[in-house]
Structure formats: C-alpha cells, structure tokens
C-alpha cells in the first residue's frame, strides 16, 4: 500500500535513477562507456527515455497538486510532444535515407517552445505577487537586452546564411527565434523575482536556458558542418529536461514582492543599458532591440526617480504625523509654533492651547488599551475637526494634546470651549475631561521653548485644581481621623508621599499617575484604624496571630478608600502597598509587573521611611544602612528599578535629609 512516506520519497528515488541514467549516457558519449555498440540504446532509448521521464514527472505533478497545475501540466505536454518529435525523428531515419525537411517531427519540437511560454507565465502569475512597474521594467530590459545580444551573436548570422525553399527557411528560422523569445523570457522572469529567485526558478530557467544554448550551439555547429551525433551535446537536451521535471517538484512558495533598492536597483538596469549601447551601432533587429533596451531603461530611471520622491514626502508626512490620530505630532507643532511666533503681532496673535485628559488614565484601566486608543483617536479627530477653520490640532503624546489657532474676531473663549467639547466625552462608569493651559503668543512667550513652558505649567496648575474637589477632600478627612488617632502619623505619611512623588518623576509617571500614588503613599496606612493600639504599640516582635491581623490591614484600607468613586485607584495601590517583587507579599501574592507600578513606589519609600524612624523595639538605621538594606532586598522584596530610582533621588536630596527632623515611631508591617 503507497502511503504519503512513499509519495514523498519516490520522486527523489526517480530523479535519482534518472541521473543516473544520465550520467551514464555522458559517459559513453564522452569517454565511449561500452563502445559503439550501445549507440543505440543510449542515443534513443536512454535519450528519449530521459525525455519522457521529464514530461511525466511534469504531468504527475499537475494531477497530484492542485497548486500551478495548469502551468505543469502545459510544459510536461510541451515535453512529451518534443518526445514524440525524437521518437518519430528516429523512426524516419531507420526507415528512409534522407527524411524530408521540415517533417511532422519539426512541429513536434516546435510545439515545446509555445507551450514553455505559456507554462512561464502560468507559474509567474501563480507564484509571484504583487508585482510592481519597476519590476516589470527590470524583466523587460533585461530580456530586450539578451535578446539583443542573442540577434547580433547567433540569429543575423544564421539568417544570412539560411536559403532555400520558403518552409525551410522558416522552419530554420523558427528554432532560433524560438529559443530568442524563450531566452528573453527567462531573464525575463528573472527580473520578476527582483533576481531572487527561489529553488524552483533556478531549476527551470537553468534547464530552459541550457535547452536554448544547447540549440544555438547545434545551430552553430549545423550550419558549420562539425556537427557529430551522439557527442557530448546531445547529452544537454535530456539534462535540460530532467532540470524542468526536478523543479515541478520542488516545494510550492508564493514569492511576495521583491523589488530592487539601493545600489543593485540602479545597477542592475545600468548593466543591461551599457550592453544596449554597445549594440546600438549594429544593424538590423539587434539595433532596433537595442534602442527598445534603452528607451525601457530610460523609464525606469525615470520611475525610480519618481518612486525615491514620493517615498520621501511619504517619510516626511511620517515623520510628522502621530501613527494613531493621524493628527500633527510634537515635532510638527514645534515647527509650526516656530514659524507662528516669527509670523505673529500683537495685532495678529496666536493662541496655542495644551490640554491633558482627565480621567483616561481609569478608563484605559477599565475598559482596556485598544478601546483607550480608539477614544484617543475619535477625541483626537474631534478636536481636529472643530480647530480645523482656526488652526491646526496635534497630538504630544499619550493623553495629551495641543493646539495652535489664531483667535481672530471671535476671541479666544469659543475655541476653548469648542476644544473642551470636542475632549469631553461621557459614558455609563467613565466620564473623560481635559484641563487647559493657554499661552498668547506673542504677548506671552517669545520663544517656542517659553510658549510651551508657560502653558504646561498652567495646565498642571488647573489639573490640580480640578481633583481637589472631590479626592482631596475625602483624602483630608480620613488623615485627619489618623491623626486623631496618632497625632504625629502625619510627619511619616508626608514623608511617604514626598519621597513617593519624587521617585515617580524620575520614572517618568504620568501627572495623574504621580498624584494617585501621593495619595496612596498618605493613606496607605488608613487601614490601622481597625488595629488595637495593643498591636500597633507593642515594644516586641508580634506574633503569627498579630501578623495575620496587621497583614489585613490592606485590605482594610480599600474597603475603605473605594467607597469614595475619586479615590478608587488608589484604593488599588493601598491595596498592593505590601506585596513584593518575588510574589511572597499579601495580600494576593502579586510578582513583578502585576503590582501596579505606584503601589511598588510607596513600598519602597514606606520601608526607607520607617527604616529610618525611631521604632519602639529598634534604633533607626542611617541613611546608608538603609540604602544597603533596599539594594540587598532588591529583586526580592521591590522592584529594582524602583530601587535604583529611589536611590538616585536620595543621592540628590541628602544634604537636606540629613538635616531633618527625627522620624516618629510606627510599626513597620
């Protein structure tokens, strides 16, 4: 029973024995392997066997696999019926003395070179896509320009040398414009694959170019009179045949669009076209391919002019537009903020407008990133939109966005409010705002780097103002519970969120993220509200009981910060506050990247801090110890870039740590 094992291995087993095969007839034609006596069987039997082994391997391949079928299936016909041509060519001289010429066996060969064409151009539609202009160009210069050399070098000589009946000549004209035009088409395909070609275009074309010099040099040799049957050129025909029948086999790879850059794709065409110019001065159709050669090759240079010009306006555009809105991005509006501040009068002024989201940050948590991206850009489309008739809009970067407008007649105030509008979005859990930072220029800022400063510091300026309302006040009323509790707590829960906010800036957090982890780092301790004083006052080590009580207080703490809507993402890093890096941390044993980025801030500060403080069982470490201690806990207990940071901001503020205050004992949990 033949199973896909044997499907598999039995083509290579053929081709195999057909080298073999092969090998052999080389042998006896060159070097006289077995004597005259087996003229016979390897000049017909093994000749035309090889032949016929090809064109089935063609014709196998084309029922098994769908894929280029019709392309296999025309060249193992093309094949078989150049077969037939020898079968009935060997027949005739066996029978007569001198067989006619042209005969059927001439029609035979000569039906392989259409249907080698049409199966090229099968298997180039099937397996090369996307072609592009220059592409074609590539393959048609270089055909034009072998072909030209083909003319000049074997075809005008041998149809000066060609007379005769009308049939004859052009049955002796027709194979070497047949191998002209198969010649061309090799290159031709060739230049399709940008000039890299997989295995299976180099076994084809490499047997249907062997084919076409194997007949340019019997044409050669026959019209010489040196010709010999049976020498070492017949063995190139069934060579070439066997290449075609192994490439049918070779693996099906669609080839994408490879098309030349830089050097090679301007070398390449100038290659061909220095090879046209030195035939342009020749006679007949060589001049006439020459000249075709050149005018391509002209094209190409053009299109590949054209082609370097739009690919770098279309870098340009890139390089100033944001991948996600589509809107201006930083580098634009500094140019354009370039060009308005020298363009710009007091009679004339431009406004330019920052604004930064209120509220994203809880709803790209909420909802998740792609459905964030998605409100950036309709936000972003929104704004564009309505400062379109005024000025342009852009988009800095995360959630922020500016724009630059001329406030004209109507003032400045219905284009806040339409940039307002256009940022503020509602829904059902969520609600998106912006707040504003407004520069006139040239009344002021003078300077692009002025313009910006000046309005990013009123945006913050405002953005801080809006959260005070609701957070700060539910933020004043639970410290000052603590306070009631432990009066001196707050000189520790300020440290905390001092230290907290300014390792925050070195990481790069965001404004609202730096405000909800000065808020966590003030209330993370909220949660000891419902501990005894027994526990948190003990001058000794607590015991498991005590532990498991402390470690509640977290959780504690969220419950009680989540019942204000404004606090609910600090609750979250309240929450985290005593997780640690390798996961052993409570209260849900959290690694790494889950705890949230704040929660790892405040855990580091809080353990500076109170390393530092006076504690009921223990001195306070100094400053260095302490520091050895964070870096020996480092990838254990926190995060070590939070770590690193942590200690670069100490390095900076030290001279004014070093001087203050004696910290207030609490219990470290």
């Known amino acids: 029973m033949i199973n896909r094992h044997h499907i598999r291995v039995l083509p290579t087993a053929l081709a195999a024995l057909a080298g073999f095969a092969w090998l052999l007839y080389v042998l006896h034609a060159g070097l006289g392997l077995g004597g005259p006596g087996l003229d016979e069987l390897f000049n017909i039997w093994v000749y035309d066997g090889l032949l016929a082994g090809a064109a089935l391997a063609c014709i196998v391949r084309a029922l098994l696999h769908r894929e280029a079928r019709a392309a296999w299936a025309v060249m193992g016909a093309g094949i078989l019926a150049w077969t037939a041509g020898e079968i009935y060519w060997s027949a005739a001289l066996s029978g007569l003395d001198s067989p006619p010429f042209p005969s059927p066996a001439d029609a035979l060969y000569l039906s392989f070179y259409p249907a080698s064409y049409a199966a090229l151009l099968l298997l180039v539609r099937s397996r090369v896509g996307g072609l592009a202009r220059s592409q074609w160009l590539d393959g048609g210069i270089a055909a034009l320009a072998v072909a030209a050399v083909a003319v000049a070098v074997a075809l005008e000589p041998i149809m000066e040398s060609t007379s005769g009946a009308t049939a004859t000549v052009a049955t002796n004209l027709a194979y070497p414009m047949g191998d002209l035009i198969l010649l061309g088409l090799v290159v031709c395909v060739f230049g399709l694959s940008g000039w890299r070609p997989g295995r299976t275009w180099v076994l084809l074309c490499g047997g249907l170019l062997l084919m076409a010099l194997a007949d340019g040099v019997f044409l050669f040799q026959a019209a010489t009179g040196t010709y010999i049957e049976g020498a070492l050129l017949d063995t190139l025909w069934p060579a070439a045949a066997l290449l075609v029948g192994v490439a049918a086999w070779q693996p099906a790879r669609r080839q994408e669009r490879a098309e030349l850059c ?314 985290s506050s005593h997780e640690r890096a390798d996961g052993s941390g409570y209260p849900d044993g959290l690694a790494g990247e889950q705890i949230p980025l704040g929660a790892r801030v405040v855990a580091v500060c809080d353990a500076y801090d109170a390393m530092t403080s006076d504690r009921p069982y223990r001195h306070p470490l100094s400053v260095d110890e302490a520091i050895a201690e964070l870096r020996r806990s480092s990838g254990r207990q926190f995060d070590p870039r939070v770590v690193d940071a942590f200690c670069a901001t100490i390095a900076e503020t030290r001279p004014a740590r070093d001087a203050a205050a004696p910290r207030v004992p609490q219990r470290s949990v």
């Open 262 to 575: 830089g050097r090679r794709g301007a070398l390449i065409p100038a290659g061909f076209g220095l090879v046209a110019i030195a035939l342009v001065r020749t006679d007949g159709v060589a001049a006439v391919l020459s000249m075709a050669t050149l005018l391509l090759v002209t094209v190409r240079m053009a299109l590949a002019f054209l082609e370097n010009q739009t690919m770098l306006l279309h870098s340009r555009r890139e390089a100033v537009t944001d991948a996600l809105t589509g809107m201006g991005n930083r580098r634009l509006l500094m140019q354009d903020l370039d060009k308005a501040l020298r363009g710009a009068t007091p009679a004339e002024p431009w406004l330019l407008l920052l604004f930064d989201l209120n509220g994203f940050k809880s709803y790209n948590d909420t909802f998740g990133h792609p459905a964030g991206d998605h409100l950036l850009a309709r936000m972003g489309q929104a704004l564009e939109g309505a400062m379109a008739p005024h000025g342009r809009a852009y988009r800095m970067g995360g959630d922020e966005f500016c724009a630059l407008v001329r406030p004209g007649r109507t003032g400045r105030e219905p284009l806040v409010a339409a940039a307002a509008a256009a940022l503020r979005v509602r829904g059902q859990g969520f609600e998106v705002g912006a707040a504003l930072g407004m520069v006139l220029i040239p009344s002021e800022a003078d300077t692009v780097e002025a313009a910006l400063q000046t309005a990013d510091r009123r945006m913050y300026l405002e953005k801080g103002e809006g959260r005070a309302s609701a957070s700060r006040q539910t933020r004043d009323v639970l410290l000052k519970t603590l306070q009631e509790r432990q009066p001196d707590l707050h000189i520790h829960l300020s440290s905390v969120a001092d230290l907290s906010v300014a390792v925050g800036r070195r990481l790069h957090m965001s404004s609202e993220e730096l405000d909800e982890t000065a808020r966590a780092a003030e209330l993370h301790d909220v949660g000891k509200v419902a501990i005894p004083d027994a526990i948190l006052s003990k001058p000794g080590p607590l015991d498991e009981e005590e532990w498991e009580f402390m470690r509640r207080h977290t959780i504690i703490g969220e419950r009680i910060l989540a019942v204000a809507p404004a606090l609910v993402p600090v609750a979250r890093l309240v929450r």
